[in-house]
């Protein structure tokens, strides 16, 4: 199914945010594309201290920490054009304020850890996917 795009190696839409990744290209002096990947292996390392961050705040139990830490992921993510990423970290920064998804309506403490729970391992997931995608890019370029 070529149109979905997920049986394939080529991300759709829904990972990745193809015009502000190439924005993110044009800001390249060269063919290597060094700054735009000095730009997301930063991003890599940034994403998984705040996923250590995000595990110890639920340990903790903290939604407000868990609401900051989603607040500041979806920045970044969004930044490089990480879609499904920004997304998520979207509903956990409302989860943290004990809303649900949409931001709106109020939700039980118990419910917002419950959905932090298991969004921040699907959040994982999504990052995974997406930094797979990223390097492959730049491997590809490196080695053309």
Known sequence: D???GRAHSTPDSDLIDHETFDQL???DDDED????KSIVWNYFEQAE??????DNALEKRNLEELSNLGHFLKGSSAA???TKVK?????????GHMKDETGINAISEEDAFTKI???LERVKDEYKEAETYLKNFYTERDNS
């Open 33 to 36: 594309h060094d700054f735009s």
């Open 25 to 27: 290209l044009e800001m």
């Open 117 to 119: 729970s298991t969004l």
């Open 49 to 54: 201290t705040t996923f250590d961050s995000m």
């Open 87 to 95: 997304a998520s970290c979207e509903k956990m920064q409302h989860f």
């Open 80 to 82: 490089i054009g990480l």
């Open 2 to 4: 070529e149109e979905n």
